[in-house]
């Protein structure tokens, strides 16, 4: 037999011993998960608060002030949008 291949009688070895090592590691790295929980770290945010529709009031002045301010910023974006194509010659036809 060649020194470098591996017997049919020590494969099985080699899979029960690599099968060994994996859960050991797994059982250590969730030891110290569960050491984490029980500290002074802050926990994590979950996720995006949806809005409800008791939040949201269409016709409320805050919204009316964004709306406005919306409007004359796409007012002054398209204004600009416009210049920056006369001056490029672009055509939008």
Do not use: W
Not at 20 to 46: E, F, H, K
């Amino acid at each position: 037999m060649r020194p470098n291949a591996v017997s049919s009688h020590t494969l099985p070895l080699h899979i029960l011993a690599v099968s060994v090592l994996a859960a050991a590691l797994l059982s250590a790295s969730t030891a110290r998960a569960d050491d984490l929980i029980g500290s002074n770290v802050l926990p994590a945010p979950i996720g995006h608060l949806q809005p409800r529709a008791e939040n949201f009031s269409p016709q409320s002045d805050a919204n009316k002030a964004e709306q406005q301010r919306l409007h004359m910023f796409n007012a002054l974006q398209s204004e600009q949008d416009k210049e920056l194509d006369q001056k490029l010659n672009v055509c939008r036809c």
